[in-house]
């Protein structure tokens, strides 16, 4: 393996100078888009083809419908510009996923009971992909494992001529607790506040649904 052989995470902040440490991942750290931009000069230079963005968004932008996932304005959207104005060649990963935007923490849209709606979250996911897009994404990472929603971004982005935007989708994503250090490090895991994503993550005892999801976005 060599460097060429990597992506490399990282969490994104608001702010200026900006450094925070995420405690349940020693010697990560959480980082706002002018140190980011420091740092992915540095990963170029090391041989590291892209980066993966992943938001850390303040409670104050957050909502019930996610609205911030898409704004022009974003974090995402604005880091993904800065990023390829100072490093054009360094690859461009966005997660595509609603639960850095949600006041519930889940990955999509929910109605008065709290059950996540599948098709009402498609379409924000598909706007939220676009704007990625727009601001200069290589490549769109759905996390969220709303059914059908890869067909419905394809379609979006060859519609809008993004016809080069890859999608790296997460066909299979488990219903896991291993994810903890993850929600703590986007700032989602108080709003999730002990409820589940069993409706739409999956079984890991369920390997016959790993390959139907992966059928389903590979057609």
Request: include cysteine; proline fraction near 5%.
């Given at each position: ?13 608001e702010g ?60 995402v959207q ?131 649904e790993a ?9």
């Amino acid at each position: 393996l060599t460097p060429a052989d990597f992506i490399f995470p990282v969490f994104v902040l608001e702010g200026e100078a900006q450094r925070e440490a995420i405690p349940s991942m020693p010697g990560i750290e959480r980082l706002s888009v002018d140190l980011l931009a420091q740092q992915a000069r540095e990963l170029v230079q090391l041989g590291i083809p892209a980066i993966a963005l992943f938001p850390v968004v303040g409670a104050e932008r957050k909502s019930l419908l996610a609205e911030e996932a898409y704004s022009r304005d974003g974090l995402v959207q604005r880091a993904v510009r800065t990023l390829k104005d100072a490093v054009p060649e360094l690859g461009l990963i966005t997660d595509v996923a609603l639960d850095p935007y949600t006041t519930h923490g889940q990955d999509g849209i929910i109605d008065d009971n709290g059950y996540v709606l599948n098709d009402v979250t498609t379409e924000v996911l598909v706007r939220q992909a676009l704007s990625h897009a727009e601001a200069g994404a290589d490549v769109v990472a759905p996390s969220d494992m709303m059914d059908g929603r890869i067909g419905a971004i394809r379609g979006q982005l060859e519609a809008d001529n993004f016809c080069n935007t890859a999608i790296m989708a997460y066909a299979a994503k488990y219903a896991s607790a291993y994810y903890g250090p993850f929600r703590d490090a986007v700032g989602s895991a108080g709003n999730i506040k002990g409820g589940n994503k069993f409706s739409y993550q999956m079984d890991p005892a369920n390997s016959n649904e790993a390959l139907h999801e992966c059928a389903l976005d590979l057609a």
